[in-house]
């Protein structure tokens, strides 16, 4: 994983067993930047590296789903795969997902999906029979990976290990998003604070007409004693759960800050927190004030 990165395009071969995980690893792998084809029929897999390699702008790391739904040509995969591993112009990687035949039966039963070799048998009729067509390009893989155990989140782990990063390299989007709650609660908020326990400048009618973007407002939310509490609690809480979400490879959070209209305290207290959160690392921090029809 640390080797520096061959200048040759890279390859991954991604294959295995249908309800071992294949459509969670290939998401893995394009949310690092690779360009990936599912399904891919292997007539065109030489014609697809050909053009990879001559193009020497884009598309330089790629992935490529192969598996029973090629059909009867599936045999041919050994073969065609020992050829790119013998090229010198492209680094190609075989994965092989995989896991026990009484959790693949479950996820299909869970899924309510057919297996593709399931049709006028049981699934696990089919898993065996899949299994019994992908031990010869089992043998040739580079990495076998046993999804029995692992989560989503798991799986996801360790393909981004696998294609050279990890889920802390991929920027979690933290959007801190005042509202009103008279107007309604965000359908989209990951957490929610209550901040109509603050005084409320509204009631004072220099500030009445501003909003928690005005300096003058800010200082007046931001100087009560139980602003700073509250700031402070809520400043920790987040520097805690933020790393957590990045290590589970969440890729968006929305936090939202509610006060009775939504200009005034919540909107004081977003700027507030996303001015202490804005250099946590491997987060990017935005700021988003439902209620104020200028933002």
């Not at 690779?34 to 020497?56: E, G, H, K, Q």
């Not at 009867?72 to 190609?92: F, G, H, I, M």
């Amino acid at each position: 994983m640390g080797k520096a990165r061959s200048p040759n395009p890279q390859l991954v071969v991604v294959t295995g067993q249908s309800g071992a995980g294949k459509s969670q690893a290939i998401h893995a792998l394009e949310d690092q930047g690779f360009f990936c084809i599912d399904n891919l029929p292997m007539a065109l897999i030489d014609t697809f590296v050909d053009l990879i390699v001559r193009d020497d702008d884009t598309r330089r790391r790629v992935a490529v789903v192969v598996d029973v739904r090629e059909g009867a040509r599936l045999w041919q995969l050994p073969a065609v795969y020992r050829t790119l591993k013998q090229r010198a112009d492209v680094d190609t990687t075989l994965v092989f997902l995989e896991a026990k035949c009484d959790v693949l039966v479950r996820r299909f039963s869970e899924t309510r999906r057919p297996h593709p070799l399931g049709r006028g048998r049981s699934a696990a009729e089919g898993v065996a029979e899949e299994l019994r067509r992908l031990a010869p390009i089992r043998k040739l893989a580079d990495f076998v990976l046993d999804t029995t155990r692992l989560t989503v989140h798991d799986l996801r782990r360790q393909i981004f290990a696998f294609g050279g990063g990890t889920p802390a390299t991929t920027p979690l989007t933290v959007t801190l998003q005042s509202f009103a709650f008279k107007r309604g609660v965000p359908s989209d908020a990951d957490l929610m604070f209550d901040v109509r326990f603050l005084k409320n400048p509204h009631f004072v009618p220099a500030l009445q007409p501003l909003s928690g973007l005005d300096r003058k407002v800010a200082r007046y939310v931001l100087g009560l004693p139980e602003t700073a509490k509250f700031l402070t609690l809520t400043t920790a809480l987040l520097r805690f759960l933020l790393p957590q979400y990045v290590a589970e490879g969440k890729a968006y959070l929305t936090v939202a800050i509610g006060c009775t209209g939504g200009r005034h305290r919540s909107v004081a207290t977003a700027e507030a927190l996303a001015r202490a959160l804005r250099r946590t690392r491997h987060v990017q921090v935005r700021v988003r004030h439902r209620e104020l029809a200028d933002v």
